[in-house]
């Protein structure tokens, strides 16, 4: 179950008599909405392959994600990746094998238990992510273009906010009734 059920789920036990808690409610379902539609936009195969083609690399857009997030998490464990994607750990282990093998990650023993191999994002593959990030940022100056700049920095600060915030360990203790 996804953070935004379990906030949806705990939040139908909140009180909805007053004002405030019902309109906070409707914009909770709001916000799942627009979450799941940008979830579903981000996990088309197809944004990936744009995004590779963008940046004029030449990548299977199945190790795709993996690099970004070595490069943007790393060193990072095979288990936790592919927690990550929703990828099973056994397929996740052979893709980033074969991202060693082109040189982009390079595999560590974890300083935190040696039994973990962690991967890390090699010059290469930093070469690579940072086409990427160039693609990106063109893409998100087209998408942004009609916006105000105030809007768009109100989105990037929330954004933020609630990336820590849903991340925050303590939520994932809440029960659900």
């Known amino acids: 179950m996804c953070n935004m059920h379990i906030y949806l789920s705990k939040e139908k036990s909140v009180s909805t ?5 019902t309109h906070i409610g409707l ?3 709001q916000l799942h909405g627009a979450l799941i ?3 579903g936009a981000m996990n088309r195969p197809q944004r ?23 490069e943007r998490l790393g060193p990072i464990g095979v288990v936790e990746l592919a927690d990550r994607v929703g990828r099973d750990y056994t397929t996740v282990s052979r893709q980033v094998a074969k991202l060693e093998s082109l040189g982009l990650v390079d595999r560590q023993e974890s300083a935190k238990d040696r039994r973990v191999r962690e991967s890390v994002i090699t010059p290469q593959g930093k070469a690579m992510t940072d086409r990427v990030d160039d693609a990106r940022t063109r893409m998100g100056m087209a998408i942004f273009a009609t916006w105000e700049a105030q809007d768009v920095e109100d989105l990037v600060r929330l954004m933020g906010k609630f990336a820590a915030d849903l991340n925050d360990d303590a939520l994932v203790t809440l029960e659900v009734k």
């Open 27 to 29: 914009q909770i379902r």
């Open 37 to 39: 539609e940008i979830v």
């Open 48 to 70: 990936d392959e744009v995004m590779v083609r963008e940046a004029g690399i030449s990548l299977d857009r199945a190790l795709f994600p993996l690099l970004v997030l070595v």
């Open 17 to 21: 008599k007053s004002v405030q808690n």
